[in-house]
């Protein structure tokens, strides 16, 4: 039997947390280990929270450049670029983020448990892990699952997009087991080629996607909780590739809420050759402002 302490360091490896902890002020996670409860572990969780925030940045950044290569670094690093700006200029990794977090219909019951529970049974698929990562204790590890246990489930607002930074970079672990050697960031999916990740949403669209697969074989999960994981990987999959795009052509990354208007023309206007020269779109055709021959009632 696998040892479930050792399973949590494999988990947090993958999912790109453990990466995390090689920055953590010194003796923050000792202290928590030597005193799980009170002062200790809130001074951990308050240190974690705004780093996977971080952690989630990248990781959808990176989903940004897969879906809208451009001219920086992250589409670099997954070996195809285009020699103008594209979704990470744009902003489309934090319109992702937003729109994840605010804005799809799912119940915060419903996020968790089926990704949260589902990744982690992946702890007890044997992954070697780089020395440096290895040089984080079990039982430091261990503080540090909690710490991420409480920042998921009991934040007031569940962060959606945290919890798909995690389905994103486990998955990438489990299909690329080379990127947790590779260096530059700490988030495993911004670590893997264009191809590597187009392999990671072919898996997601599969009949049976391998994250799916291996929580069924580790038989730590009920049946209804991988039903719910393989259901959710379905949901979001579309929504991560089709978000980008939205915010790449449209205003988002340019637009000031206070004056309701455009600051300046948004990258994805210019490259579309829409209303040139332009920062106001039009109000729409005339059939569509006011009501439709001046009428105010219809009859049923």
Not at 220 to 231: I, K, P
């Amino acid at each position: 039997m696998s040892d479930p302490v050792l399973d949590r360091r494999t988990f947090l490896a993958r999912a790109g947390v453990l990466g995390l902890a090689l920055s953590a002020p010194p003796g923050l996670l000792s202290a928590a280990q030597a005193n799980p409860a009170g002062d200790a572990i809130e001074a951990l969780v308050r240190w974690l929270r705004p780093e996977l925030q971080k952690l989630a940045a990248e990781t959808h950044d990176a989903l940004a450049a897969f879906c809208i290569p451009g001219d920086d670094s992250f589409s670099r690093r997954q070996h195809l670029m285009r020699d103008e700006p594209g979704g990470v200029a744009a902003g489309c990794g934090a319109f992702l983020m937003d729109t994840i977090d605010g804005y799809l219909a799912l119940p915060d019951a419903v996020w968790v448990p089926p990704i949260l529970q589902g990744t982690r049974a992946l702890g007890n698929v044997p992954a070697p892990l780089p020395p440096e990562l290895r040089q984080m204790g079990l039982a430091e590890a261990q503080r540090l699952d909690r710490a991420l246990k409480i920042v998921i489930e009991n934040d007031e607002t569940i962060p959606a997009a945290i919890v798909v930074a995690l389905l994103l970079n486990v998955t990438a672990t489990i299909l690329t087991p080379a990127v947790l050697w590779r260096s530059g960031g700490i988030a495993p999916f911004a670590k893997l080629s264009y191809r590597e990740k187009a392999a990671v949403f072919r898996d997601f669209e599969s009949r049976a996607p391998k994250i799916v697969i291996l929580a069924r074989q580790s038989g730590a999960l009920g049946s209804h909780v991988v039903e719910a994981l393989d259901g959710l990987i379905r949901y979001l999959t579309m929504a991560m590739l089709a978000l980008p795009s939205d915010g790449m052509y449209s205003e988002q990354s340019t637009y000031d809420r206070a004056a309701k208007a455009v600051r300046s023309r948004p990258i994805g206007w210019d490259q579309a050759g829409y209303l040139p020269g332009q920062t106001v779109p039009p109000d729409g055709h005339p059939e569509f402002l006011g009501y439709y021959q001046d009428r105010r009632e219809v009859e049923a």
